[in-house]
C-alpha cells in the first residue's frame, strides 16, 4: 500500500482559494488513481474530486464542480486539489486516498491519509 500525507489546509475568508497537497510514498505512485474526499462535521464523508492515473479523466462531485481542480504530478509523488472561490459550506476535513482505478466510491480506496483540516469563513 502507499501511504499518503496531506497538507495544505487552513483558515481562509469566504471566496478565496487554498490548494491541497497529498504526497505519496513509494515509486509506484503512477500506478494509483487518487480521490480527495471531505468529511464535515456531523456528516458522512463524500466524494470531491479523482484523478487517472495519467490524468485524463477527473469526475468532479458537482457541488464542486468549476471551482475546485484536481491534478497529479508523477514526477513528485504528488496530488493536488486547487480550490476557488471557497464557500462557508466547503468546511470540512479533506482526505486524500489511493485507488487501481478511479472512483468516485469512498469504498474502493484502500490507502488513505489523515487529512487536513479546511475551514471557511463568512
Known amino acids: 500500500q502507499v501511504q499518503l500525507v496531506e497538507s495544505g489546509g487552513g483558515l481562509v475568508q469566504a471566496g478565496g482559494p487554498l490548494r491541497l497537497s497529498c504526497a505519496a510514498s513509494?515509486?509506484?505512485?503512477?500506478?494509483?488513481?487518487m480521490g480527495w474526499f471531505r468529511q464535515a462535521p456531523g456528516k458522512e464523508r463524500e466524494f470531491v474530486a479523482a484523478i487517472s492515473r495519467d490524468g485524463a479523466n477527473t469526475p468532479y462531485a458537482d457541488s464542486v464542480k468549476g471551482r475546485f481542480t484536481i491534478s497529479r504530478d508523477n514526477a513528485k509523488n504528488t496530488v493536488y486539489l486547487q480550490m476557488n472561490s471557497l464557500k462557508p459550506e466547503d468546511t470540512a476535513v479533506y482526505y486524500c486516498?489511493?485507488?487501481?482505478?478511479?472512483?468516485?466510491?469512498?469504498?474502493?480506496?484502500?490507502?488513505w491519509g489523515q487529512g487536513t483540516q479546511v475551514t471557511v469563513s463568512s
Open positions: 486516498a489511493a485507488n487501481i482505478v478511479t472512483s468516485r466510491r469512498e469504498a474502493n480506496y484502500g490507502s
Open positions: 513509494g515509486r509506484t505512485f503512477s500506478s494509483y488513481a
